[in-house]
T-cell receptor, first 114, second 115 residues
Framework: DAGVTQSPTHLIKTRGQQVTLRCSPKSGHDTVSWYQQALGQGPQFIFQ???????QRGNFPDRFSGHQFPNYSSELNVNALLLGDSALYLCASSLASYRNTEAFFGQGTRLTVV | AQSVSQHNHHVILSEAASLELGCNYSYGGTVNLFWYVQYPGQHLQLLLK??????LVKGIKGFEAEFIKSKFSFNLRKPSVQWSDTAEYFC?????????????FGAGTRLAVHP
């Protein structure tokens, strides 16, 4: 049973560029959430996708956008990259239940903006 | 704003010492509570969770945590740590303020256990 998989594992981009990160959820899960973990901090919620729609969003600018596909996999897109976007980006999958749900995390994508 | 505070950023212990990591959250309603662990080079893994019922919950690898609602706390404990417990520990909360399951994390506590 595959867990949450993310690609790529590492990425180096230049300021102003655009990046796409990918996530495949754990088998049986239908909800994907994205988190940003800056160095020395805890993960910060970016947004969550369910039924191919963004249903909750954290305090991140519109440069951060996403998508969920019919097979529940998801992409995170970041436009006009800033140095401050350098972080570990984590994908978590879960079931859509309102309560008593547990999130499973992938290994993350380490994004470095230079 | 909803937030989670972890009192210790770095903890250094010798093997067999007891561990207690503090966690407090700011939200007055119903919450689900979690402790996640991140071993070096690995992904975040769930140590234990509290949804309802007995406020003393047991997790993997001998960890336990106690939910004290009146103190908005969910402290993590282990009676005797091992070198393999060296990792970063994150407390997280899901506040039920309208739906969905957004996790709010603390800043983490980096634990180093010396043999």
């Amino acid at each position: 049973d595959a867990g949450v998989t993310q690609s790529p594992t590492h990425l180096i981009k230049t300021r102003g560029q655009q990046v796409t990160l990918r996530c495949s959820p754990k088998s049986g899960h239908d909800t994907v959430s994205w988190y940003q973990q800056a160095l020395g901090q805890g993960p910060q919620f970016i947004f969550q996708y369910y039924e191919e729609e963004e249903r909750q969003r954290g305090n991140f600018p519109d440069r951060f956008s996403g998508h969920q596909f019919p097979n529940y996999s998801s992409e995170l897109n970041v436009n006009a990259l800033l140095l401050g976007d350098s972080a570990l980006y984590l994908c978590a999958s879960s079931l859509a239940s309102y309560r008593n749900t547990e999130a499973f995390f992938g290994q993350g994508t380490r994004l470095t903006v230079v | 704003a909803q937030s989670v505070s972890q009192h210790n950023h770095h903890v250094i212990l010798s093997e067999a010492a007891s561990l207690e990591l503090g966690c407090n959250y700011s939200y007055g309603g119903t919450v689900n509570l979690f402790w996640y662990v991140q071993y070096p080079g690995q992904h975040l893994q769930l140590l234990l969770k509290y949804f309802s019922g007995d406020p003393l919950v047991k997790g993997i690898k001998g960890f336990e945590a106690e939910f004290i609602k009146s103190k908005f706390s969910f402290n993590l404990r282990k009676p005797s740590v091992q070198w393999s417990d060296t990792a970063e520990y994150f407390c997280a909360v899901i506040p039920f303020s309208g739906g969905y399951n957004k996790l709010i994390f603390g800043a983490g506590t980096r634990l180093a256990v010396h043999p």
